[in-house]
């Protein structure tokens, strides 16, 4: 007797997830912290640059939809520097691709988080077992690991010499003084 594949398939377990409502999180995004951008384009690539360095040093996997249910076409579904990012197909919008996510990833991922503002998808977020979390929430959470992350490199620097001969061996060394003095 054949499998259908889906049987013999191991599910893979992610343990945290964010999923962003791009364009509502942008919104509060541009008087925050992408500045004085004018382009959507470049404000877009600029939120998700923000948060691959956030899922690079969190550790969660984080997907980035945006509102494309006017524009004829298919959903468009890519990564970006880690982030996988999804336009939506025409006539669907965020609101409906998140939720659809909520239920599609709730069984293999043990926290989920939606970062959105917009009140309507926070109720259905809570239904699909979802985390939420706001605009103004986010932003400080991504803040918090910025600081988090320059803490971290200065402790690494600090236990790092500028000192060569600090760095080198005591073989290395003895050559280079023979041939400064030569």
């Known amino acids: 007797m054949k499998s259908s594949g889906k049987e013999g398939k191991k ?34 690539n600029r939120l998700t640059d923000v948060l691959a360095e956030y ?31 999804i336009f939506t197909a025409y ?8 939720e659809r996510l909520v239920y599609e990833l709730r069984d293999t991922t043990p926290e989920i ?21 706001s ?7 991504l803040r918090e690991a910025k600081q988090d992350i320059r803490t971290s490199l200065a402790e690494q620097n600090e236990g790092a010499s500028s000192r060569i001969s600090d760095r080198i061996g ?3 060394a003895k050559i280079l003084e023979k041939w400064r003095r030569q």
């Open 55 to 85: 899922r690079s040093f969190a550790g969660e996997s984080v997907i980035l939809v945006f509102d494309a249910h006017q524009t004829p076409g298919p959903e468009r579904d890519f990564t970006r520097s880690g982030v996988r990012i």
């Open 135 to 141: 605009a103004d929430g986010l932003l400080e959470r």
């Open 11 to 44: 599910r893979r377990i992610r343990k945290k997830c964010l999923i962003v409502d791009g364009y509502n999180i942008l919104g509060r995004f541009t008087t925050a912290s992408l500045g004085d951008l004018k382009n959507l384009e470049e404000m877009r």
């Open 91 to 98: 006539q669907e919008t965020a609101d409906d691709r998140i």
């Open 113 to 133: 988080t939606v970062a959105t503002s917009d009140y309507a998808e926070q109720q259905v977020i809570f239904g699909g077992g979802a985390l939420r979390i």
């Open 170 to 172: 005591q073989d290395v």
